[in-house]
């Protein structure tokens, strides 16, 4: 098992920069990739980002690539997802996930099933 902590949401203004982290703990998890997803209202999970715990090498959405830095700092056992200037659109729950390298490897990463862990989630709210 491993158990997956957010944090770091609330609400931001449009303009504002945001840090959200992931707390990972359990069993070893240097074979998998950790991910951020987010979902909307009335909206289905999106993929923002992914990294390889065992060398930090990043994958994103090509769709949001750009907007999103992903990092990790491996001897807290922590993740970040990183944004500057907020939109009003970037108002969601973000999730952070944890899916074998196996399973999601070859172009996977953006399918919410082939992950197996997930955290309880934290809310992003931007409003002016």
């Known amino acids: 098992q491993i158990q997956l902590v957010e944090s770091g949401g609330g609400s931001v203004q449009p303009g504002d920069s945001l840090r959200l982290s992931c707390t990972a703990s359990g069993r070893p998890f240097s074979t998998y990739y950790l991910s951020w997803f987010r979902q909307a209202p009335g909206k289905g999970r999106e993929f923002i980002a992914a990294?390889?715990?065992?060398?930090?090498?990043?994958v994103y959405n090509n769709f949001l690539k750009g907007r999103f830095t992903i990092s990790r700092d491996n001897g807290k056992n922590t993740m970040f997802l990183q944004k500057n200037n907020v939109e009003p659109e970037d108002a969601a729950v973000y999730y952070c996930?944890?899916?074998?390298?196996?399973?999601?490897?070859?172009?996977?990463?953006?399918?919410?099933?082939?992950?197996?862990?997930w955290g309880q989630g934290t809310q992003v709210t931007v409003s002016s």
């Open positions: 990294i390889r715990w065992s060398d930090g090498n990043p």
């Open positions: 996930a944890a899916a074998n390298i196996a399973y999601v490897s070859g172009g996977y990463y953006n399918n919410p099933s082939r992950y197996a862990y």
